[in-house]
Structures are given as structure tokens and as C-alpha cells.
């Protein structure tokens, strides 16, 4: 039996690079299981959360969002599982309830720190990405690059946008995104999300297909 979800230890707070800072304390089992979400375009490309991505993130603390929430009432149907903390993304503009949301956060577990971006840098840095989407093409190392560059001093950075899972140690830093959960636009890859584990000291992830098509 998982142990209820913990509630935020403190409020948020700007960090030393000025980040919005949230500190989370670790549960009594001494692991905190964060539920890592990204990319639901609803109801822009799905119209509804799966029953595939609640039955996975059963029994996580906590929910991160890496943004392109879209509709506001995802947070609200996650908040269901466990506290959310959530960025803004690039489709999020469209929503006014999304506004508020920064471009990019930090969660810190003990001696661990987690950035949390959507990754596309602001409107100018998507501007900037498309035209070389568009005269150069998709380069995922790109994605990559923008996202380590939000952040310095963590053990982790959380990402989405890509469209793409990934779980790799880049330069002691692991670059995680937890793929989308309405990717049809990258129809060879099917609906994901994550989950990282933590003891306060050191940060693993997992990549979980949710075994869903986006139709």
C-alpha cells in the first residue's frame, strides 16, 4: 500500500538563480515516487485524459507537469491522484488560467535538486526553434540542449515538448522527458509518462508506455 501523497513543506520561494523553489519533504518510507506528465494537448489533440495514465501514476507523492497542459482542467483531474506542480508550455498562451504558470521551476528533495521546463524558451525561443525546424528539420539533441541550458546546480532536469521519451545521465545531470501523452503529431510513438524516484540524496526514472494511441 502506497503512502498517502505529502503536502509541500514549504510555500514556494524564489530560488538563489531566482527560480519559483519548491522544497518537498520525503514521505516515512524514505522515498519520495514523483509521477512525471508532459504534453497532454487536451483538448487540442486528445479530448480526455486516458484511464491508462491514472491507473500508472496510482501511488505517486506528487505530479510534475512539463507543460502544453493546455485546458485547464488537467491539473485539476490529476490534483485527483496527488499535488501537482506544473510550468507553462508553448500551447499554454491559450489559455488564460495557464498564465500564471512560470517558464520554468525547481523542486528540491533534500540534497536533490529537479528543474522542471517545458523547454522552448519563451515565445522568441519558439520562434527561433521553428525556423530552424523548418529549414533545418527535427534534431532531438536541440530539444536536449535548450532544456540543460534553463538550469544550473540540479541533479535532474525535467522536459517535455520534444514529443519524445528520454531517460539518460548527461555531464551528472539526468535529462528526463517522460514523452507526451497526446503525441499524434509523432504518430510512431505512443503515449508515456514518468517516474522518478528519489531518497533525498540521489534521482532515477522510469519511462511507462501507457499502451494508448492519440487518435
Not at 519548491?22 to 484511464?51: E, F, K, M, N, Y
Amino acid at each position: 500500500m502506497s503512502e498517502r501523497p505529502v503536502r509541500f513543506e514549504k510555500p514556494d520561494r524564489s530560488g538563489a538563480a531566482g527560480y519559483p523553489t519548491t522544497q518537498l519533504p520525503l514521505p516515512g518510507s524514505g522515498s519520495l515516487r514523483i509521477g512525471v506528465v508532459a504534453d497532454t494537448h487536451i483538448p487540442d489533440r486528445l479530448s480526455a485524459l486516458p484511464p491508462q495514465l491514472f491507473t500508472a501514476l496510482d501511488g505517486v507523492n506528487i505530479i510534475l507537469h512539463a507543460g502544453d497542459i493546455c485546458h485547464p482542467r488537467v491539473l485539476a483531474e490529476l490534483e485527483r491522484l496527488a499535488p501537482v506542480i506544473a510550468v507553462q508550455g508553448n500551447r499554454d498562451i491559450w489559455y488564460h488560467a495557464n498564465w500564471n504558470l512560470p517558464l520554468d521551476r525547481v523542486v528540491e528533495i533534500g540534497t536533490v535538486r529537479i528543474g522542471l521546463t517545458h523547454g522552448h524558451n519563451g515565445l522568441w525561443g519558439y520562434v527561433r526553434e521553428k525556423l530552424f525546424y523548418y529549414t533545418i528539420g527535427f534534431r532531438l539533441e536541440k530539444f536536449i540542449a535548450a532544456a540543460r541550458d534553463r538550469f544550473s546546480d540540479v541533479q535532474a532536469i525535467v522536459f517535455g515538448h520534444s514529443h519524445h521519451a528520454f531517460n539518460e545521465v548527461q555531464g551528472r545531470v539526468l535529462m528526463f522527458n517522460p514523452g507526451a501523452v497526446g503525441p499524434d503529431y509523432r504518430a510512431k510513438f505512443g503515449a508515456s509518462i514518468g517516474i522518478l524516484t528519489t531518497d533525498g540524496h540521489g534521482v532515477r526514472g522510469e519511462i511507462v508506455p501507457l499502451d494508448f494511441r492519440a487518435r
